[in-house]
């Protein structure tokens, strides 16, 4: 793997290298927990409809039904209230 010019080159896949990546630090480290994802866990997108983004609200929804703290930047998941944030 290598960074140019913002790029990053990857020898496989994204998908291939992000299941690779993933992975490898959980089996190394406690801190990467793999989630699932069940159909019924699209009825907590409701509860958090503050935040606009799909991706964005699908993060938060996770983060609000395990009861998580969400690790962002993001400023608009920070400023609903729908999940607590750090950074």
Do not use: N
Request: glycine share 4%.
């Amino acid at each position: 793997m290598k960074c140019h010019r913002g790029c990053l080159t990857l020898g496989l896949s994204f998908q291939k290298w992000t299941i690779s990546f993933l992975r490898s630090a959980s089996a190394q480290s406690k801190q990467f927990v793999l989630l699932p994802f069940y159909p019924s866990h699209t009825l907590d997108f409701d509860a958090c409809s503050a935040v606009t983004e799909m991706h964005d609200r699908m993060i938060a929804a996770d983060a609000r039904r395990t009861q998580a703290t969400l690790l962002t930047r993001d400023a608009q998941i920070a400023s609903s209230g729908v999940v607590a944030t750090a950074w």
